[in-house]
């Protein structure tokens, strides 16, 4: 299962990020399922970008839909993480690198808190120094679970740091690039902390992928990395 | 596939990574098919340019399929000519590294245009870390002053998932027929494989894994999914290289 994976367009990049794209990197990779969500609700406005990812995973059981709120347009009104639970969708996702705001922001301070009230996790991105430590902030005594995107070679420490003093910190695995990642994050925190992601189309599908098939860790932990994860995360609703 | 990666480092990093040693290296070196790779220190690149080169000569004949680069630093241009002199005549050295963001000054530098020059008189090649428009520019200046250099432009631009840097390496490089574009970096762009095949052709783009940094899986997995033809995958990946390294 791919935890992280999207659709729509992109007007920075240019390239095709199309739904039928998606649906086919999945098909040639084996990808049994995938959490989505489309770039409109990223790029342009929430409402309509959810909106966009409900229609696109109607009818189909292989596509799991992502909400993401826009904290510069947040004011808690019809929009808000327990009204999108009750639309269908089985996680939330914040993309402070491509919106631009900061962590510690007070639109986000009250979406995490409205949060609290739903079963649905948090997916974010994080991928400058400092950015996980502030969400590890946030939530600390918090219970939902709060998977980390964006963390490579540069922040990994920072990630580790945070797994191990706080249980409902996870980590993805797009970002997750130096040649031993898989293996460290297993042996320091455990295979039940990382869940594949692998952000396409946006990225190459198979670099993350590859990262985790050829790594040496058991093949029970690549089980776990692959799908149990996020199936238990995602709190068996798929 | 046969795998030559162009792109390779040797030493330690001040990040949590454990496998910068011979024996994780030749794992893999094994697990992705790299019959050859070319390798800079980087201790030489952030710290100790003397040391690093000089770890790095000890290192290199400890397997017929390691090459190496010897690392300049513009900084110390007296020292880097000292380098170069020490190692560019050995056959295992096929060239020159030099890293802008870890000196701070652009690969067209004065300094490294008076060393740049003893590279061309003997014949070897530059590897360029190029990463960002401007540092495209920089690149096709050294370019343009040695059009007899192989300048292989490291991560073909660079620039993540949103940046134009890749864009700017490929328009360079079409301009230049001297540059190759090396392929490796993070959050790639999934059209870069495909749009540097096309303004190019497949003759001037070169496999580079960035290891011991970056995992080569990122690179071997944008190849394999990369929408180019089987013959290009085998050129980038092997047979560019082996031809313009004379491996």
């Known amino acids: 299962m791919d935890l992280n994976t999207c659709f729509g367009a992109y007007p920075r990049r240019g390239a095709d990020h199309s739904l039928a794209t998606l649906k086919r990197i999945m098909d040639q990779n084996r990808v049994s399922k995938a959490v989505t969500l489309s770039l409109k ?9 959810n909106d966009e990812t409900l229609a696109a995973c109607a009818g189909n059981e292989r596509l799991i839909p992502a909400a993401t709120l826009d904290p510069r347009k947040y004011i808690g009104d019809e929009s808000t993480p327990k009204t999108l ?3 269908g969708f089985k996680l939330l996702r914040l993309f402070p ?3 631009g705001w900061p962590i510690t922001y007070a639109p986000v301070r009250s979406i995490l808190g409205a949060l609290r009230e739903t079963n649905m996790p948090l997916l974010i991105s994080a991928p400058t120094y400092g950015m996980a430590t502030e969400i590890a902030d946030l939530v600390a005594g918090w219970s939902f679970p709060v998977v980390l995107s964006g963390v490579g070679y540069w922040n990994m420490s920072e990630a580790i740091v945070l797994m191990r003093a706080q249980e409902n910190i ?8 130096s040649p ?11 295979s039940d902390r990382v869940l594949f992601g692998s952000n396409t189309p946006v990225t190459y599908f198979r670099g993350p992928y590859l990262s985790v098939v050829h790594s040496t860790v058991p093949e029970r932990d690549k089980e776990a990395i692959f799908y149990l994860n996020a199936q238990r995360v995602l709190g068996g609703a798929i | 596939m046969r795998v030559v990666d162009v792109h390779a480092h040797y030493g330690e990093w001040f990040f949590p990574i454990e496998a910068s040693k011979e024996e994780h290296i030749l794992q893999l070196m094994q697990r992705y098919d790299m019959e050859k790779a070319v390798f800079s220190s980087s201790l030489a690149i952030v710290y100790d340019m003397e040391e690093g080169n000089k770890r790095l000569a000890e290192f290199l004949p400890k397997s017929e399929r390691f090459y190496g680069y010897v690392v300049i630093n513009p900084n110390y241009p007296d020292t880097s000519a000292r380098q170069l002199e020490t190692y560019l005549g050995r056959t295992k050295f096929l060239g020159v590294k030099i890293h802008p ?4 000054r652009p690969v067209s530098c004065p300094e490294n245009i008076e060393l740049l020059e003893r590279v061309r008189k003997q014949k070897k090649v530059a590897l360029l870390h190029t990463w ?8 096709s200046r050294v370019a343009d002053t040695f059009p007899d250099i192989t300048i292989i432009m490291g991560h073909m631009g660079g620039d993540g998932i949103e940046g134009a840097g890749w864009r700017s390496g490929i328009a360079a490089a079409r301009r230049r027929p001297n540059i190759y574009l090396e392929v490796c970096g993070s959050c790639l762009h999934r059209d870069r494989m495909k749009e540097a095949v096309r303004a190019l052709g497949d003759d001037r783009v070169l496999y ?12 071997i997995g944008m190849i394999e999914e990369a929408d180019i033809s089987e013959q290009s995958r085998s050129k980038i990946l092997h047979d560019n290289a082996v031809r313009i390294l004379a491996l």
Not at chain 2, 101 to 104: A, F, G, L, N, V
Not at chain 2, 208 to 213: F, I, K, V, W
């Open chain 1, 180 to 190: 031993d990642a898989i293996e460290i994050l297993v042996r320091e925190v455990g």
């Open chain 1, 97 to 99: 690198d491509l919106q």
């Open chain 1, 41 to 49: 609700g990223v790029l342009y406005d929430h409402p309509e970008g």
């Open chain 2, 101 to 104: 963001d870890y000196t701070r």
């Open chain 1, 85 to 87: 639970e009750r639309a």
């Open chain 1, 170 to 177: 996870f980590v993805e695995t797009s970002y997750l690039d």
């Open chain 2, 208 to 219: 580079g894994s960035d290891m011991t940094l970056l995992n080569p899986s990122i690179t």
């Open chain 2, 132 to 139: 960002g428009p401007e540092q495209v520019e920089a690149t």
